[in-house]
């Protein structure tokens, strides 16, 4: 028993002894529980986006034999077709509809560390697993104390610039959005921490004597537009031109409603002319219609100041009813032309004389409409009504 003991506890020693261990176990041991987990992570993560790939091609593969296609053509536009094609949805929302694309573009991406050559992570905030806008914010609190500390020192000297002791001239220019804020910086994070960065910058700047930090914070600046506009609220207000041969001002934009695209041109000292496709006020016979037209220059007392000049098209008209037959001909409907023009017309009405843009935006006349006429389903006549089954 005696013997046994010891050649036991002579193994555990010759384990233990730092002489017999290999530098590279050595190193490994040595890695906090922090990056085991992160390496253990990034393993699964890659095994997972193989697996996704493979079903992906497979599905692909699939879709190409139910749409009698090669796979060959089938690239992602094709793919999207189908798929709007096999699972017809009216959802506003394109986050809502199906969708067949690659895990790549899907998935939510795994953020890697960067290490140097001893396998130590770059940065001193990677456990933050947001460095690059932890930093930021630190870097921010640093140039505040500086400026502060700046201020106090200087508030009294004649030998200062009193530029430099006056906050830092932000107008024209607004803050970068987040999307381009993580573009910036190559690194995604929430929208809290977002707020807390314009917070912190914000505060920066509102400091007397922040004009000497005016090069660190025009780099999160960005030009202001008079309306960024989005998916959801439509095009945004367009520029005011001037033309060169009339030497009157104008605005024009492009918008549509349902199926049907309409570039307005809105030209100021007018007489109150309508010309949409060729037509007159007076050729459109619903009351309705007109009543649509004229609206924004109701709701903006501009009755008679402005010329509008407009053409349509139809969305629609060139695409397939399936991704392996002959393109439809369709034409805008007549009910979604006026309300078309006048979206357009708004916005004109509101680049041109911009006192009556609150009125228009109260009204709703500058919100794009985001409905979209339901397209007919397989073997039935519409996109709701089905055969009537008659026993004789």
């Known amino acids: 028993m005696l013997r046994i003991a010891l050649t036991r506890s002579s193994r555990a020693m010759s384990i233990a002894s730092p002489s017999s261990v290999p530098d590279n176990e050595a190193s490994v041991r040595k890695i906090g529980k922090a990056l085991e987990t992160y390496l253990k992570n990034s393993q699964q993560?890659?095994?997972m986006m193989e697996k996704h790939r493979a079903e992906f091609e497979t599905g692909r593969r699939h879709l190409a034999k139910m749409m009698s296609l090669d796979i060959h053509e089938l690239d992602q536009e094709a793919i999207d077709r189908a798929i709007q094609y096999l699972f017809p949805s009216g959802l506003t929302d394109p986050k809502a509809r199906p969708v067949m694309r690659p895990p790549d573009e899907v998935l939510p991406k795994f953020q890697r560390f960067t290490f140097d050559e001893e396998g130590k992570p770059e940065g001193t905030r990677f456990f933050t697993l947001n460095p690059k806008i932890y930093g930021l914010m630190s870097e921010i609190g640093v140039k505040t104390q500086s400026v502060m500390k700046f201020y106090d020192e200087h508030v009294g000297s004649r030998s200062v610039n009193k530029n430099d002791l006056e906050p830092a001239n932000l107008s024209g220019s607004q803050w970068i959005t987040a999307d381009k804020m993580k573009k910036k910086l190559s690194e995604k994070f929430s929208n809290e921490l977002y707020a807390q960065v314009i917070i912190a910058f914000e505060h920066l700047a509102s400091l007397p004597g922040?004009?000497?930090?005016?090069?660190?914070?025009?780099?999160?600046?960005?030009?202001?537009?008079?309306?960024?506009?989005?998916?959801?609220?439509?095009?945004?207000?367009?520029?005011?031109?001037?033309?060169?041969?009339?030497?009157?001002?104008?605005?024009?934009?492009?918008?549509?409603?349902?199926?049907?695209?309409?570039?307005?041109?809105?030209?100021?000292a007018g007489k109150g002319k309508y010309d949409i496709d060729g037509l007159q006020l007076h050729d459109f016979r619903h009351l309705q219609a007109r009543e649509i037209l004229l609206a924004p220059m109701i709701i903006s007392q501009t009755l008679g100041r402005f010329d509008v000049k407009a053409t349509t098209s139809c969305i629609s008209n060139s695409l397939p009813e399936a991704p392996n037959r002959e393109p439809l001909k369709r034409s805008g409907g007549m009910s979604a032309l006026p309300r078309a023009v006048r979206h357009g017309t708004a916005l004109c009405v509101a680049a041109l004389n911009p006192e009556s843009t609150e009125p228009l935006r109260l009204s709703g006349l500058l919100t794009l409409d985001p409905r979209k006429n339901e397209r007919s389903k397989v073997n039935q006549p519409g996109a709701r009504a089905k055969w009537i089954w008659k026993r004789r």
């Open 45 to 47: 993560h890659v095994a």
């Open 210 to 268: 922040s004009a000497i930090e005016q090069k660190f914070l025009s780099e999160f600046r960005e030009p202001m537009t008079a309306s960024t506009g989005s998916k959801l609220f439509g095009p945004a207000i367009p520029e005011v031109q001037i033309c060169a041969e009339t030497n009157r001002r104008f605005a024009e934009v492009t918008t549509h409603c349902k199926d049907t695209r309409a570039t307005v041109r809105v030209i100021d």
